[in-house]
Nanobody, 126 residues
């Protein structure tokens, strides 16, 4: 049984920073890539950032490039999403997701991920 647990969300002002964490348990975590998605009310879930199984490759949505950074601490089986210069349009529920297949490059399609966290709310006020 794989479990992903996000934490670190909250209410901040525009321009502030937050760091989300995604802690994994239940499998050999270091063999699988992880991605971050977000979903705002009434909107489709969208890819935000992803990191490969070995942490050597990352990919970002254009809307967050240069502001968000995802990293992986293999010793702690935890992936982080550092979010800087937050904007009101970043307001959403953020989810981390674990790839179904080991040793793949970063992928962005939500259907490819087999494991999801419960989500953490990020609200950015103007």
């Amino acid at each position: 049984q794989v479990q992903l647990v996000e934490s670190g969300g909250g209410l901040v002002q525009a321009g502030d920073s937050l760091r989300l964490s995604c802690a994994a348990s239940g499998r050999t975590y270091n063999r699988y890539g992880v991605a971050w998605f977000r979903q705002a009310p009434g909107m489709e879930r969208e890819f935000v950032a992803g990191i490969s199984w070995n942490g050597e490759s990352t990919l970002y949505a254009d809307s967050v490039k240069g502001r968000f950074t995802t990293t992986k601490d293999s010793a702690k089986s935890t992936v982080y999403l550092q979010m800087n210069s937050l904007k009101p349009e970043d307001t959403a529920t953020y989810y981390c997701a674990g790839d179904r297949v080991p040793f793949r490059p970063v992928i962005t399609r939500s259907e490819e991920f087999g494991y999801w966290g419960q989500g953490t709310q990020v609200t950015v006020s103007s």
